[in-house]
């Protein structure tokens, strides 16, 4: 089974740039995850889908970031224009709930440097 | 919302010896308690976890310890081994219908040879 995949590795752009992340859930998952850890701080939530519908975007920094989900596939998150302190790894998640394990599996992350 | 706290932020052991890494949580609705492992330039990935109808769960040389009433839960490494060393983000979340996990801070360990 493929896992999560996550799509560029690395980005650098420069201030004011537009960037485009891109995450694969595992085929089959409902629930898809957006989250980022700034340099030594915590893994931070962003946003959740369940197939195409954003379930809670409660941590999207503001309105510069937009993502999508196409058909409840795979999921696009856009930095627009990017900011020095969007710097981080962008890792994207996804789940399928059962009864016994709720269990999400990561992508690699984007790491992403804005200068 | 959740907060999730996690201690050490570093943590440096022997080969041999046990780590210990603690959390504590906010939410008294939170019932699931994942641990990831990242080991340098890879994905999280989930090495052991816990539900809160249970106080204590062993795999081979991984254990967490889950404390309800005081909202806290700790790992146990024990002998550890140069491959342990990584960051280790403890997590939690609400397992009832969808929920976003909650992470702690992470905690570098190093394992001595």
């Known amino acids: 089974e493929a896992g999560v995949t996550q799509f560029p590795s690395h980005s650098v752009i420069e201030k004011g740039q537009t960037v485009t992340l891109r995450c694969d859930p595992i085929s089959g998952h409902d629930n898809l995850y957006w989250y980022r850890r700034v340099m030594g701080k915590e893994i931070k939530f962003l946003l959740h889908f369940v197939k195409e519908s954003k379930q809670d975007e409660s941590g999207m920094p503001n309105n510069r970031f937009l993502a999508e989900r196409t058909g409840g596939t795979y999921s696009t998150l856009k930095v627009q224009p990017a900011e020095l302190e969007d710097s981080g790894v962008y890792f994207c998640?996804?789940?399928?709930?059962?009864?016994?394990?709720?269990?999400?599996?990561f992508g690699q992350g984007t790491r992403l440097t804005v200068v | 919302g959740e907060n999730v706290e996690q201690h050490p932020s570093t943590l440096s052991v022997q080969e041999g010896d046990s780590a210990v890494i603690k959390c504590t949580y906010s939410?008294?609705?939170?019932?699931?308690f994942p641990w990831y492992k990242q080991e340098l330039g890879k994905r999280p990935q989930l090495i052991i976890d816990?539900?809160?109808?249970?106080g204590e769960k062993k795999d081979q040389r991984i254990a967490v310890t889950l404390n309800k009433t005081a909202k806290h839960f700790s790992l146990h490494i024990t002998e550890t081994q140069p491959e342990d060393s990584a960051v280790y983000f403890c997590a939690a979340l609400n397992s009832g219908g969808y929920q976003k996990v909650t992470f702690g801070i992470g905690t570098k360990l190093q394992v001595i040879p």
């Open positions: 816990i539900r809160s109808n249970v």
């Open positions: 939410d008294s609705a939170s019932n699931y």
């Open positions: 998640a996804s789940s399928q709930e059962r009864e016994d394990r709720t269990e999400a599996f």
